[in-house]
């Protein structure tokens, strides 16, 4: 069974920074590429970056792009999201996602408010 687990979320003030982890588990994490989805209330879900498999190659959405670095440890089978300047408008329930059996995590939620 494909698991997907993100940790890391919070209440944070403006400014400060927040590591996002996704544990996975039930697929050969290091054939897949990973990526970072975040919904905000009331808005649709939003690709915030990716990763390939190997973790060469990364996109990210213009709204984090020099603020977030999406990364993986293989070894680990561990999904991350280094959020650093964070914004009032990064809050949201942020999810990791795989194409493998398109699964998703359960989410965490991130706050940020001052």
């Known amino acids: 069974e494909v698991q997907l687990v993100e940790s890391g979320g919070g209440l944070v003030q403006p400014v400060v920074s927040l590591r996002l982890s996704c544990a996975a588990s039930g697929f050969t994490f290091s054939s897949y590429a990973m990526s970072w989805y975040r919904q905000a209330p009331g808005k649709e879900l939003e690709l915030v970056a990716a990763?390939?498999?190997?973790?060469?190659?990364?996109n990210y959405a213009d709204s984090v792009k020099g603020r977030f670095t999406i990364s993986r440890d293989n070894a680990k089978n561990t999904l991350y999201l280094q959020m650093n300047s964070l914004k009032p408008e990064d809050t949201a329930v942020y999810y990791c996602?795989?194409?493998?059996?398109?699964?998703w995590g359960q989410g965490t939620q991130v706050t940020v408010s001052s």
């Open positions: 996602y795989t194409t493998r059996r398109n699964a």
């Open positions: 990763i390939t498999s190997t973790g060469k190659v990364t």
